[in-house]
């Protein structure tokens, strides 16, 4: 820890102590809007530090190992709270939990990376390379793909709409196959980019970076489950909708690792790395998250499908040529993201009615 700045360790040291008060009231039984509070200052707070360990990381990989990194512990709280979700019953949350976490990603956070990156650009556009872009909106149209399929043959009552569990499962190990068969060249080839690149040394030493960097991660799954176990008692209270809950607040709070993440990035003016910190977060949570909580939920009573409400669908395939739309190309301007954040706050408007 002596690497780090004394400003930097006592960043560090507010944040452990914002979670261990969010367990403390958490265990201890406190009121739930406190718990709530704390809890998601908590989340704050460990997004930040891991936004900062990702940085440092990335100063010795390619943005694309440093995005799946970062990613995968950024999802966790996603991961946790849907199998507890599910282990409770509570199908709803769950899907609206996983699809929260899609709408959040590919609209709200990466919306605000493109208004800041753009901000820090040289000219009127945010660029960075166009690869991940598009190897991201193809994995999600493949999901969006399977969900608007799994919909139209519900809607139609067909007699393939009796078999919605089956036909998840095997859609389910289809895009895990894919993911995968992206995954693995993608990293190889970030690697060897990285290998040929001329990197600037890194200010913290690399066994500091990755153990903050797994410590925040692992700590925002856990607080996210007394975030959630703290949410249901306060959306009570408050009278919002179950949908605004799952879509929005849980997504948000889930989320936050890639939203600070992400910001900060775009606003250091690292385009590769913060479109690379959303973009992976989005992909795994379409081709990689969801098959898998389908496949996990097999071991419960109550199973998780590709079977959505309909606006639900619509929303998903209009995200997905939206994220295409924009991202695409490698370059967006601050209107377009502005974009996203709009179709996000519209859709978040009709959870509150739902």
Same mark, same amino acid.
């Given at each position: 820890?002596?690497?780090?700045?004394?400003?930097?360790?006592?960043?560090? %040291?507010?944040?452990?102590?914002?979670?261990?008060?969010? %367990?403390?009231?958490?265990?201890?039984?406190?009121?739930?809007?406190?718990?709530?509070?704390?809890?998601?200052?908590?989340?704050?707070?460990?997004? &930040?530090?891991?936004?900062?360990?990702?940085?440092?990381?990335?100063?010795?990989? +390619?943005?694309?190992?440093?995005?799946?990194?970062?990613?995968?512990?950024?999802?966790?709280?996603?991961?946790?709270?849907?199998?507890?979700?599910?282990?409770?019953?509570?199908?709803?949350?769950?899907?609206?939990?996983?699809?929260?976490?899609?709408?959040?990603?590919?609209?709200? $956070?990466?919306?605000?990376?493109? $208004?800041?990156?753009?901000?820090?650009?040289? +000219? =009127?556009?945010?660029?960075?390379? =166009?690869?991940?872009?598009?190897?991201?909106?193809?994995?999600?149209?493949?999901?969006?793909?399977?969900?608007?399929?799994? %919909?139209?043959?519900?809607?139609? &009552?067909?007699?393939?709409?009796? &078999?919605?569990?089956?036909?998840?499962?095997?859609?389910?190990?289809?895009?895990?196959?894919?993911?995968? @068969?992206?995954?693995? =060249?993608?990293?190889?080839?970030?690697?060897?980019?990285?290998?040929?690149?001329?990197?600037?040394?890194?200010? !913290?030493?690399?066994?500091?970076?990755?153990?903050?960097?797994?410590?925040?991660?692992?700590?925002?799954?856990?607080?996210?489950?007394?975030?959630?176990?703290?949410?249901?008692?306060?959306?009570?209270?408050?009278?919002?909708?179950?949908?605004?809950?799952?879509? !929005?607040?849980?997504?948000?709070?889930?989320?936050? !690792?890639?939203? $600070?993440? +992400?910001?900060?990035?775009?606003?250091?003016?690292?385009?590769?790395?913060?479109?690379?910190?959303?973009?992976?977060?989005?992909?795994?949570?379409?081709?990689?998250?969801?098959?898998?909580?389908?496949?996990?939920?097999?071991?419960?009573?109550?199973?998780?499908?590709?079977?959505?409400?309909?606006?639900?669908?619509?929303?998903?395939?209009?995200?997905?040529?939206? !994220?295409?739309?924009?991202? %695409?190309?490698?370059?967006?301007? @601050?209107?377009?993201?502005?974009?996203?954040?709009?179709?996000?706050?519209?859709?978040?408007? $009709?959870?509150?009615?739902?």
């Amino acid at each position: 820890m002596n690497a780090l700045s004394r400003s930097e360790r006592i960043a560090v %040291g507010v944040v452990a102590l914002l979670t261990l008060l969010a %367990g403390i009231a958490h265990y201890a039984g406190w009121a739930s809007i406190p718990a709530f509070v704390l809890a998601a200052l908590a989340l704050a707070g460990l997004a &930040h530090v891991v936004s900062f360990s990702t940085e440092q990381v990335g100063e010795r990989f +390619g943005p694309g190992v440093t995005g799946v990194l970062q990613s995968t512990l950024g999802n966790l709280p996603e991961l946790f709270v849907v199998i507890f979700a599910l282990h409770a019953g509570e199908v709803v949350v769950a899907q609206t939990s996983i699809i929260g976490s899609l709408f959040a990603n590919a609209l709200l $956070v990466l919306g605000l990376v493109v $208004v800041v990156g753009a901000r820090q650009a040289d +000219g =009127p556009c945010m660029r960075f390379r =166009p690869r991940l872009p598009q190897d991201t909106a193809t994995l999600l149209l493949v999901t969006v793909f399977i969900i608007v399929v799994v %919909g139209q043959s519900l809607s139609s &009552h067909d007699p393939a709409s009796h &078999h919605v569990q089956a036909i998840s499962t095997i859609a389910a190990i289809a895009l895990l196959i894919v993911y995968l @068969a992206w995954l693995i =060249p993608y990293l190889r080839r970030d690697a060897a980019e990285a290998r040929d690149a001329e990197r600037p040394a890194a200010r !913290v030493p690399l066994a500091i970076s990755v153990g903050l960097l797994a410590l925040g991660g692992a700590g925002a799954a856990f607080v996210s489950d007394w975030f959630v176990a703290a949410l249901r008692p306060t959306i009570d209270q408050l009278g919002v909708s179950e949908a605004f809950a799952g879509i !929005v607040i849980v997504a948000i709070a889930g989320n936050a !690792v890639e939203n $600070v993440a +992400g910001l900060v990035l775009a606003h250091k003016g690292q385009s590769d790395l913060a479109i690379s910190v959303v973009k992976n977060s989005v992909a795994q949570v379409a081709a990689f998250l969801f098959p898998a909580l389908v496949l996990i939920s097999l071991l419960f009573s109550h199973h998780l499908t590709f079977a959505l409400e309909p606006v639900y669908t619509g929303a998903l395939l209009v995200t997905a040529l939206a !994220v295409w739309q924009i991202t %695409g190309d490698g370059e967006a301007a @601050a209107f377009e993201g502005w974009a996203l954040v709009a179709i996000y706050v519209v859709l978040a408007t $009709v959870t509150i009615y739902e």
